[in-house]
């Protein structure tokens, strides 16, 4: 059984780092993307980030590029969101998924598994 436990959210001032840490299980992790997607209330969940199975290609959206930065570690099954110059409109819970299978867009519904999620909360 596939099981992601995402951990590292908290509170934050303007301008603040966190690092993320998501820790898979149940599937030969190297071989999935893997993704970061957030919720803020009252919106939908959008992709933040993502990285192929091995780390060489990694996508961003728009609004955290250069600010944010996702690795793996496949020998410890582990992916990270380093998460620089933290903005209010950077607060929702955020939630790591992998792939359906080696091939992941930035589409929600191209991720099979997901975390239980972890809030990241930016105060101005």
């Known amino acids: 059984q596939v099981q992601l436990v995402e951990s590292g959210g908290g509170l934050v001032q303007t301008g603040g780092s966190l690092r993320l840490s998501c820790a898979a299980s149940g599937r030969t992790f190297s071989r999935y993307v893997m993704g970061w997607f957030r919720q803020a209330p009252g919106k939908e969940r959008e992709f933040v980030a993502r990285?192929?199975?091995?780390?060489?290609?990694?996508k961003y959206v728009d609004s955290v590029k250069g600010r944010f930065t996702i690795s793996r570690d496949n020998a410890k099954n582990t992916v990270y969101l380093q998460m620089n110059s933290l903005k209010p409109e950077d607060t929702a819970v955020y939630y790591c998924a992998t792939s359906r299978g080696p091939v992941g867009t930035s589409n929600s519904g191209d991720y099979d598994y997901w975390g239980q999620g972890t809030q990241v909360t930016v105060s101005s």
């Open positions: 990285i192929s199975g091995s780390g060489g290609t990694t």
